[in-house]
């Protein structure tokens, strides 16, 4: 008489196995039941309401694209098909120093799509200083640099991963790093991590990433260095240079990684290409020192 085989709901056979650890890839199966890795394994006795051969496939955990941009497009397609087909189960958003305030509302509105993926985000520098500052062109008071402070840590209370910034946007670019330094201290607190898109990615790289070395070394807080690239043909072939400082800060003790694009281009708003003092405060400020010809021709010459 046979003992009764264990049952499960799906049962991936014949795949190459990659269990994310680092583990070397081996072929097996896996078995889920109730949404959940029930058994896998090389020879597994299991039965199964439906059987899936991954012959010539692989069979890998959902990967996680730490450098997203959701925010306004999370309702248009709650499947999310165009990170499931490519494998990726969790986006991090709020990237670049952009992100919702509210970080306890923005979870609940996540919750509510159901959405086919997994969504983390930071708390982003650019939209807690415009929340408390507007887009004005000068350093923080004690005062405003508190009510950030506070905006961060009650967002790495409701579940944020850090704190990001956008040190080319607006009002990333008007923000000395003393200021970073103290909110990233916020985030460390709760065990976060500092992700930035830094001041600059082309001519200044270097000092760039040694601002955003020295918000890691003086916060305590592991840094993520998003998209790292040369912007500008003058500067390729750097990279001998930008890498070695990052593997000479990892063996200096900091916690220092960085993302890159899979492809040779970079894409932002074309408003990074007007100086900064041009687009400081709101809108009819902006427009109004546009329609001043000397700083018209100014913009257009620097453009
Ligand atoms: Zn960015």
């Not at 078995?31 to 899936?52: C, E, P, Q, R, Y």
């Not at 305030?101 to 650019?126: C, E, K, P, T, W």
């Not at 008007?174 to 830094?198: C, D, S, W």
């Amino acid at each position: 008489m046979h003992a009764q085989q264990p049952g499960c709901d799906i049962l991936l056979t014949n795949g190459k196995i990659i269990d994310g650890s680092g583990n070397n890839w081996y072929y097996g199966s896996v078995a889920i039941k109730d949404g959940k890795i029930f058994k896998m394994g090389t020879n597994l006795s299991v039965t199964a309401k439906k059987t899936i051969d991954a012959s010539g496939l692989i069979i890998a955990p959902g990967f996680i694209d730490v450098h997203t941009h959701l925010e306004g497009d999370e309702a248009s397609d709650p499947t999310a098909k165009s990170f499931i087909l490519d494998g990726v189960t969790t986006c991090i958003t709020g990237n670049c120093g952009s992100s919702n305030v509210d970080m306890a509302q923005y979870f609940r509105f996540i919750d509510s799509l159901h959405l086919s993926i997994n969504v983390g985000s930071f708390i982003g520098h650019n939209d807690i200083r415009k929340e408390v500052m507007g887009r004005v062109n000068r350093a923080a008071t004690t005062a405003e640099l508190q009510q950030m402070s506070s905006l961060v840590d009650k967002a790495m209370q409701d579940g944020a991963l850090g704190l990001s910034t956008g040190l080319i946007y607006i009002p990333g670019t008007y923000t000395k790093t003393p200021e970073i330094v103290t909110l990233a201290k916020v985030a460390a607190a709760y065990h976060g991590i500092y992700a930035t898109h830094m001041r600059d990615e082309g001519d200044s790289v270097t000092e760039a990433i040694e601002e955003a070395l020295t918000i890691g070394r003086e916060a305590r807080i592991p840094v993520e260095i998003s998209h790292f690239k040369l912007s500008g043909q003058q500067n390729w072939g750097r990279s001998k240079q930008t890498v070695a400082m990052i593997e000479a800060a990892r063996k200096e003790g900091i916690d220092v990684t960085i993302d890159q694009y899979p492809y040779t281009a970079s894409s932002t708003s074309i408003s990074t290409l007007i100086p900064d003092e041009i687009l400081a405060d709101g809108q009819d400020s902006i427009r109004a020192r546009l329609t001043t010809p000397r700083i018209r021709n100014y913009v257009t010459t620097s453009m």
